[in-house]
């Protein structure tokens, strides 16, 4: 029987989607492992692209997650420090900031996706135009803000052409998407900050979408900051998950896997 929202069509719509996402960050991990029923899934994979190279990474779908760790030591302390703990508190905010042996924590990060059935484009997405990636206005845009938001953005790492929005001769706003493996496009925002708050990220990443949707691909949203993560809920995207990558003190990792023999491999 199908529900009024669509039922038995958009729940395969849905679980199709959770397949796809779930191959995807397998694939990252760069060894042969799975999602768990639940719980988390540590293995060692030292060319793991969950994080930065030598850095823990951790993604969490659902009710289960996956990470990877650059060292069977490193894998050992994890699995130690995720025990007794709730699945969602791996990528919860703070939890990781500040904790004895941790140096650097890049997140978390929500994310999520959408499927063609689930997208709400954008009205104001009319007033979008294109550029090729690279192109130096979009260059302009990048220069005036913060490294901070330039990072969080990626705008820098797109594949795809620029859409962008326009003050006069200025790009004021600009979306766009770099292809990951197993065809999702990563999308990628940036908007001046004088220019904020007028719906102009959501008019260029809706333009980005639909690009992506047209050439049969998953629009993947990472966002740390409810503004964005706000904007990708209006474009009909779903949160499934969260990330984190966290870098361990050599000598905390080590002093805890002092404690007994490493496991056999």
Not at 44 to 58: F, Y
Not at 101 to 127: C, H, I, T
Not at 175 to 184: F, I, Q, T
Not at 199 to 222: F, K
Request: proline fraction near 6%; aromatic fraction near 6%; hydrophobic fraction near 45%.
């Amino acid at each position: 029987m199908v529900g009024a929202d669509g039922g038995e069509d958009a729940s395969m719509a849905r679980s199709a989607v959770s397949q796809r996402v779930e191959e995807l960050w397998v694939s990252l991990a760069g060894v042969t492992t799975s999602f768990p029923a639940d719980g988390v899934q540590v293995v060692v994979a030292a060319g793991s692209r969950l994080c930065p190279p030598a850095w823990v990474g951790i993604v969490v779908l659902g009710n289960s997650g996956l990470a990877t760790a650059p060292d069977a030591v490193t894998a050992r302390f994890l699995r130690e420090s995720l025990a007794g703990r709730p699945l969602r508190s791996a990528v919860g905010a703070g939890r990781w900031s500040g904790k004895p042996g941790v140096v650097d924590v890049l997140g978390p990060a929500s994310l999520a996706y959408l499927d063609e059935q689930e997208f709400r484009p954008a009205a104001e997405a009319r007033g979008v135009v294109h550029l090729p990636p690279g192109h130096l206005d979009l260059a302009r845009l990048v220069a005036e803000v913060s490294g901070e938001d330039m990072a969080e953005s990626g705008i820098g790492e797109i594949s795809s052409p620029a859409f962008v929005v326009r003050d006069r001769a200025r790009v004021v706003a600009a979306a766009g998407y770099r292809e990951w493996p197993g065809a999702v496009a990563h999308i990628s925002v940036l908007t001046s900050a004088r220019f904020r708050g007028r719906g102009l990220a959501r008019a260029v990443a809706s333009a980005a979408v639909a690009e992506a949707l047209g050439n049969n691909l998953l629009p993947q949203w990472r966002a740390r900051n409810e503004p964005s993560r706000r904007v990708a809920r209006r474009l009909g995207f779903r949160e499934l998950g969260g990330q984190v990558s966290i870098r361990f003190a050599s000598y905390q990792v080590q002093r805890n896997g002092d404690r007994r023999p490493p496991p056999r491999q």
